[in-house]
């Protein structure tokens, strides 16, 4: 590209939070180029400490309204390893439902709200009302049933309040769950019309191999625990998470910058998740990914959205399984605090997520950290787009500008997320 | 039909929570748009128009000169103001910080701050919409529940004023048939400071409320502090308890920076 360009997005529109780009090309060179994220830090790791180990989750639930679930749930793992408790099946697999319930509501809202938008011409799914309402209430359904689930399990769709340490404080009834069931059935078929409708979409045909880092079991898809594994053969415990990841600040961006150490940027989200975790991927799931040719390992940033859309059918038939498994007894709840370090990494839809905890003998938090999964991936965007760009000499600087928010709304980046990062070597008095 | 209701939708320092609220009207949407026209959505729209608004929702708590300049030309262009959400009404969560020392907060979060903060200013304090500007209407909850936000859309249409019950958390919870929790199990319940809105979700579920509505309206936060004590919590529970959603409003604060 022998031109001089510049694409400037004031204010990235369709993703979550407040974030711009900044790209400069200068005789075919590129001379800047920036995610910058402008959301204001909430600087949750310093109010944590002195808060009680009992209402972390609660807290840390406020960093993300998107995913509140996962933080959640990172955030009692976390707790529960620092204080030695171990949860029931029954919680654990509660859970696993909450998580699913979010992540199926998140990935509908990035590929209908978000993202479809941008490959069939519109600028947001409010138009699309007139002209493919079938589509839009199809994505209405999935999104309800996402809430719905989320609320089933938690009491609430968005911050969920039963779940706390060592479980949850009302187990939902045998009915509603049977209810639940008839309806996670019925919508198999908008979640398969979900994955056709994303694979009639003309992705760019862009590839870059990037390191991708997932949660990893061997008895199934992960979402809640696992060994963290990537493309490049990592394999780790999440309590080795700070010995392998670290961030460095940059100072454009609230947002820290992750790399795994010796090697460089990652990628986090559904894409490594199914390029790791393809043979615990459901029965339907897989076929439907032959069937749209969907070949894996893909290194297509893009296709995080076919991913995506391919998670949502693992994620009804997890849960139908689940359903069908899971225990619905009254638990005892109770637990000794005691002081401790605990680690936990989890999935949200955008990918993994880290929380730890220190916790003194009275129970206070003494130190938090909290790595999200859009600060994880703020470098590998940034390392794409420094391919994406050159790519696109033949584009109009309004397309080139389009291709790369849509790049960004790929990795449907939570930017309130990505405003708290962490050196805790600095901190202690 | 007369005109479409102009609404724009803002976020400031929060967690999109409110704004995914307000896309939790899934049944509701395709009848919304009938009748309503939303201009300013930026998570949710690519084509961002400027007002002026009937009706803007603005989630989140001001704190960077950016936010607070964006809320008073956005007060300007607006007819009406919600303020969206506990953020925006108290502070929420993030309102901790205020209970922080800046300068400990900044070196726990970020190893050089200054390199940063030379270069985005923030204010590292947490303010609620109306330590700024008017507001109309304040929505509260963690997040707002989403029939108060359809009571807000339906009496701007008809322009009224909305129903919203500033009345305690208490009132749901007997309309729910609960047993106290507070009175019976001696559980921290903050139902009695709180302003109703959510349907009693805790207290339903077994849990003591939170308090994630903020006050309600003459809240006798005093006596409820004096209950916790009497159940077995201590003076740092309580004060814990009342700065977590709303330690900074009027109604809370006493509690709240009590030592």
């Not at chain 1, 019309?193 to 008895?219: I, N, Y």
């Not at chain 2, 609620?128 to 339906?154: A, N, Q, S, W, Y």
């Not at chain 2, 009224?160 to 199990?185: D, G, M, Q, S, Y």
Request: aromatic content about 8%.
């Amino acid at each position: 590209m022998n031109k001089d360009r510049e694409i400037e997005v004031g204010y990235i529109a369709r993703v979550e939070g407040q974030g711009s780009l900044e790209i400069r090309v200068s005789s075919g060179k590129i001379e800047e180029l920036r995610f910058d994220i402008f959301e204001p830090p909430k600087f949750f790791e310093a109010f944590l400490v002195g808060r009680h180990c009992s209402e972390v989750h609660e807290l840390t639930s406020r960093i993300c309204g998107i995913c509140p679930v996962p933080h959640q749930i990172t955030a009692l793992r976390a707790v529960e390893n620092a204080l030695g408790i171990h949860v029931s099946e029954q919680t654990k697999d509660l859970r696993k439902l909450m998580n699913y319930g979010c992540h199926i509501q998140s990935h509908i809202l990035n590929l209908y709200f978000l993202a479809a938008p941008d490959y069939l011409g519109y600028e947001s799914i409010f138009p699309m009302v007139k002209g493919h309402l079938a589509t839009v209430k199809r994505a209405l359904r999935l999104k309800k049933l996402g809430n719905d689930m989320i609320e089933l399990i938690g009491a609430r769709a968005i911050h969920p309040t039963s779940a706390v340490v060592s479980g949850f404080t009302k187990i939902p009834e045998k009915e509603e769950m049977e209810l639940m069931r008839k309806r996670l059935v019925e919508a198999k078929q908008d979640a398969h019309d979900t994955v056709d409708f994303v694979s009639s979409w003309k992705m760019p045909d862009f590839s870059r191999k990037s390191e991708h880092v997932a949660l990893s079991t061997s008895r199934e898809f992960a979402i809640n625990e696992g060994l963290l594994v990537s493309t490049e053969g990592m394999r780790i415990e999440e309590d080795k998470y700070r010995e392998y990841i670290r961030e460095s600040q940059v100072d454009y961006s609230w947002a820290k910058h992750s790399r795994i150490v010796g090697r460089g940027s990652f990628l986090v989200g559904p894409l490594a998740r199914v390029n790791l975790n393809w043979d615990r991927l459901s029965h339907d799931a897989k076929k439907l990914a032959m069937e749209i040719s969907f070949e894996v390992p893909n290194f297509n940033p893009f296709m995080a959205h076919l991913a995506r859309a391919l998670e949502v059918v693992n994620a009804i038939d997890d849960c139908i399984k689940i359903i069908d498994r899971v225990s619905l007894r009254e638990e005892d709840r109770s637990y000794e605090v005691r002081s401790g370090t605990g680690f936990a990494v989890t999935e949200a839809p955008r990918g993994i997520l880290y929380h730890s905890y220190e916790i003194g003998s009275d129970g206070c938090v003494k130190k938090a950290d909290i790595v999200t999964p859009t600060a994880q991936n703020a470098r590998n965007i940034e390392n794409d787009l420094r391919e994406l760009v050159p790519s696109m000499a033949d584009l109009t600087d309004e397309e080139a500008t389009l291709r790369c928010e849509m790049l960004v709304r790929a990795y449907d980046p939570c930017i309130s997320c990505s405003v708290h990062y962490v050196n805790l070597d600095r901190v202690r008095p | 039909m007369a005109d479409k209701l102009k609404i724009a939708v803002f976020k400031m320092t929060g967690c999109a929570g409110c704004q995914m609220e307000f896309l939790r009207l899934e049944e509701e949407l395709p009848f919304l748009l009938e009748i309503a026209e939303i201009r300013y959505f930026v998570m949710a729209k690519r084509e961002n128009l400027r007002g002026p608004y009937d009706v803007s929702f603005v989630e989140g708590s001001v704190s960077t000169p950016r936010e607070l300049e964006e809320l008073r030309e956005l007060r300007k262009q607006s007819r009406i103001v919600v303020a969206f959400g506990d953020c925006a009404c108290h502070g929420c969560v993030p309102s901790i910080l205020n209970w922080v020392p800046p300068d400990i907060a900044s070196k726990i979060v970020y190893e050089d701050y200054e390199a940063i903060h030379s270069r985005k200013e923030s204010y590292q304090k947490i303010c609620p919409l109306d330590e700024f500007v008017p507001v109309d209407i304040h929505l509260r909850g963690c997040p707002p529940h989403k029939d108060t936000i359809l009571e807000v859309l339906r009496s701007t249409a008809l322009d009224a004023k909305p129903f919203l019950r500033r009345h305690p958390v208490c009132v749901e919870c007997k309309l729910r048939e609960n047993v106290c929790i507070l009175t019976f199990e001696k559980k921290a319940c903050m139902g009695p400071v709180t302003a109703a809105g959510c349907g009693a979700i805790c207290p339903t579920a077994d849990r003591e409320c939170e308090g994630c509505y903020g006050p309600m309206s003459d809240a006798n936060s005093s006596s409820l502090a004096q209950q916790f004590l009497k159940i077995g919590l201590t003076r740092e529970d309580v004060a814990r308890k009342f700065r977590k959603y709303a330690g900074i409003s009027q109604a809370f604060a006493p509690e709240a920076n009590a030592r």
